[in-house]
């Protein structure tokens, strides 16, 4: 009997562990890569869900949504794995 219970605590143990490296790795490495971010603008006309985000005529990204808040426009866009976003960014 309790050869058996040392069995079924080790079994249980290695099976949360895999559970949670297998978590940890999804999270690290997982989805699209793609960064999300939102931005608030006083206008936003032509920008629609579905719309390409570009630098300098490339595409690198895409536009989610869309919503007006207010006296301002909330657009919530993902930019591709490689573009750079600098931590403070400012309008052109």
Do not use: N
Not at 13 to 37: E, M, Q, S
């Amino acid at each position: 009997m309790k050869a058996r219970r040392i069995a079924t605590r080790t079994v249980v143990t290695v099976a949360v562990l895999a559970l949670v490296t297998a978590g940890a790795l999804w999270w690290i490495f997982g989805g699209d890569g793609a960064k999300r971010v939102t931005a608030y603008f006083d206008r936003a006309v032509g920008v629609y869900a579905g719309s390409d985000v570009q630098v300098l005529g490339v595409r690198v990204g895409a536009v989610e949504s869309v919503t007006p808040r207010g006296e301002r426009v909330e657009v919530v866009f993902t930019l591709d794995r490689d573009v750079e976003m600098p931590r403070t960014p400012r309008p052109w």
